[in-house]
């Protein structure tokens, strides 16, 4: 009878340990699984990369359009076919619901960024994933890199996000040889910094007056600001002089004219 009680305690003494146990784990953590996107890569021109082109995938989240897009996954494989395979690995715990993801690639050349994507690829969004990107060619004076020269100068925006500006509301950046930010969001005047690497460009906290405008100019003005935090990285169609700031994502978050 002794040993009969005592299977009964052993018994319900692991099942309170593993309920226990089943506590202290996270949930999200059970359902944690490692995840792949797979996809390709390709460019209508017909032209040949240099030796030492990297092909750059990576898995980002743009949730937030005033912070900078977090990295959940990136591969770097040399750009040599066209089109090219690539593959993402990463944990499912790490794609949160109610938040948005998406593709960025790139094609560069040491610090010269040769082609990137200008449509946002996105996934996880309950549709089919957009893994199969086109990257556009950048034009720029194939004699040399991105040189931060060509920011230089005085430049109007044209477009914000795709929805336009105001007739007669002038939103400007100006930006010195040193880095140095100034200009006007249309209504207060701006100051700041921009940090620049090659095609890549980072601006810190934009500092203005506290004047108030009319309604419409105050939104130009936030959105003005907003595009240039959300701003990785540019380019110039020197043909056109316009400025391109473009997101995490690969997006053109405005384009600007210089003046």
């Known amino acids: 009878m002794s040993d009969e009680r005592n299977k ?67 591969t770097r494989v040399p ?36 082609f990137i994507n200008t449509t946002r690829h996105t996934v996880f969004t309950g549709g089919r994933n957009e893994t199969d990107i086109r990257v556009e060619h950048v034009a720029r004076d194939e004699a040399r890199p991105a040189s931060s020269a060509a920011l230089v100068g005085r430049w109007l ?6 929805g336009g500006v105001i007739d007669r509301l002038q939103s400007v950046l100006e930006l010195a040889a040193d880095g140095k930010v100034s200009g006007s969001g249309g209504c207060n005047r701006m100051s700041g910094s921009a940090t620049i690497a090659g095609s890549r ?14 309604p419409a ?28 700031l473009l997101d995490a994502g690969g997006q053109t978050l405005m384009r600007l004219a210089r003046m």
């Open 217 to 244: 100019a105050m939104n130009q003005e936030s959105k003005f600001f907003a595009a240039l935090t959300a701003a990785r990285s540019w380019r110039v169609d020197q043909r056109q002089d316009k400025l391109f």
């Open 79 to 114: 750009a040599r076919r066209n089109p090219m395979r690539y593959t993402l690995r990463f944990d499912s715990a790490a794609i949160e619901p109610r938040r948005t993801y998406a593709l960025q690639a790139r094609i560069t050349d040491g610090e010269r960024l040769l």
């Open 8 to 74: 009964f305690l052993i018994s319900r003494r692991g099942v309170t340990v593993l309920f226990a146990l089943m506590l202290l784990t996270p949930a999200g953590s059970a359902l944690a699984a490692p995840m792949t996107l797979r996809g390709t890569v390709r460019y209508r021109e017909r032209i040949a990369l240099p030796r030492g082109a990297i092909l750059e995938v990576r898995l980002l989240d743009v949730s937030l359009a005033d912070a900078p897009a977090r990295t959940i996954a990136e």
């Open 157 to 162: 925006a044209e477009d914000i996000r795709g």
């Open 201 to 214: 460009i980072a601006f810190s906290p934009i500092a203005s007056t506290r004047m108030a405008c009319a």
